[in-house]
T-cell receptor
Framework: NAGVTQTPKFQVLKTGQSMTLQCAQD?????MSWYRQDPGMGLRLIHY???????DQGEVPNGYNVSRSTTEDFPLRLLSAAPSQTSVYFC???????????FGQGTRLTVV | QKEVEQDPGPLSVPEGAIVSLNCTYS??????FMWYRQYSRKGPELLMY????GNKEDGRFTAQVDKSSKYISLFIRDSQPSDSATYLC??????????????FGTGTLLAVQP
């Protein structure tokens, strides 16, 4: 029972490159979300999904895309990386209607 | 103004001290109040959860919610070096099905010195 698994753990990108951050869960939770964590800013919601085929924007969605084709997977795509996207990214899952979020270990992304 | 305000610290205390961590918020619709603990280079983990106003105790940890003042607190008694971490408050409302959408404070970095 792995919980929430994020890959990769570390990544360095050049400005303008694209990449996908992977998130997989085996908890059978309907709700999945992506946050970014920056010093002095806390965790900010990027995108979220309430189930397969349904996604919506959070507080800071610009520059990111998501899709949800299965309950288990919720990838986050950076379309054209910018230095402002240097951050630690966390994926989280929750039972729909619940408040206890289970987080992955995070992906540390640096854009140069 | 942010919806949730939290002093980032850092807060350094000696082992055995009582620690008080606080958050204020502006959205009166918040009904669910949580404290997450985050160790260095790890994901946050739920520590305490309170619905609406009142107190909740779990071992050395006590969470308090004062909705009239829009103020929540986490108290740690007999603090230990293993309590050294970042503590994040989080809140959500059930308005429009937003229970799952957690709004986080910036986190307070706590160091307990042996």
């Amino acid at each position: 029972n792995a919980g929430v698994t994020q890959t990769p753990k570390f990544q360095v990108l050049k400005t303008g490159q694209s990449m996908t951050l992977q998130c997989a869960q085996d908890m059978n939770h309907e709700y999945m979300s992506w946050y970014r964590q920056d010093p002095g800013m806390g965790l900010r919601l990027i995108h979220y999904s309430v189930g397969a085929g349904i996604t919506d924007q959070g507080e800071v969605p610009n520059g990111y895309n998501v899709s949800r084709s299965t309950t288990e997977d919720f990838p986050l795509r950076l379309l054209s990386a910018a230095p402002s996207q240097t951050s630690v990214y966390f994926c989280a899952t929750t039972v729909l209607g619940g408040t206890e979020a289970f987080f992955g270990q995070g992906t540390r992304l640096t854009v140069v | 103004q942010k919806e949730v305000e939290q002093d980032p610290g850092p807060l350094s205390v000696p082992e055995g001290a009582i620690v008080s961590l606080n958050c204020t918020y502006s959205n009166s619709a918040f009904q669910y109040f949580m404290w997450y603990r985050q160790y260095s280079r790890k994901g946050p983990e739920l520590l305490m959860y309170t619905y609406s106003s009142g107190n909740k105790e779990d071992g050395r940890f006590t969470a308090q919610v004062d909705k009239s003042s829009k103020y929540i607190s986490l108290f740690i008694r007999d603090s230990q070096p293993s309590d050294s971490a970042t503590y994040l408050c989080a809140m959500s409302s059930n308005y429009g099905g937003a229970t799952n959408k957690l709004i986080f404070g910036t986190g307070t970095l706590l160091a307990v010195q042996p």
